[in-house]
């Protein structure tokens, strides 16, 4: 049974920094797999800000794209999502999911796996 393991959120100001990060274990084979980050916020589906491939391709949302940077460990089976300049409106949920092995947009094709979910409150 794979688990995600999901750790980094907390409060911080507007214009500040926070680094997610996913663990992935189980016995998946980490690098074949498309990754996902996803931001969800109350009464709102989640939406994908970043789609890793398994060839380092990485495609961000707009609202993100430049301030956020995801990246991927094959080698720790860990993914991260560095998240500078936070705005109030990065505020909410952040998962992380893994499945599929390519990205559509910002979202892989499909979601096996997620991670518990992490807070990020972005306010002074």
């Known amino acids: 049974q794979v688990q995600f393991v999901e750790s980094g959120g907390g409060l911080v100001q507007p214009g500040g920094s926070l680094t997610l990060s996913c663990v992935a274990s189980?016995?998946?084979?980490?690098?074949?797999?498309?990754i996902g980050w996803y931001h969800q916020v109350p009464g709102k589906e989640r939406e994908g800000v970043a789609c890793?491939?398994?060839?380092?391709?990485?495609y961000y949302a707009d609202p993100i794209r430049g301030r956020f940077t995801a990246s991927r460990d094959n080698a720790q089976s860990t993914t991260y999502l560095q998240m500078n300049n936070l705005k109030p409106d990065d505020t909410g949920v952040y998962f992380c999911?893994?499945?599929?092995?390519?990205?559509?947009?910002?979202?892989?094709?499909?979601?096996?796996?997620w991670g518990q979910g992490t807070q990020v409150t972005v306010s002074s």
């Open positions: 189980g016995g998946t084979t980490f690098k074949y797999y498309a």
């Open positions: 999911s893994i499945g599929g092995f390519y990205c559509l947009g910002t979202v892989p094709n499909e979601n096996s796996h």
């Open positions: 890793l491939d398994t060839s380092n391709n990485i």
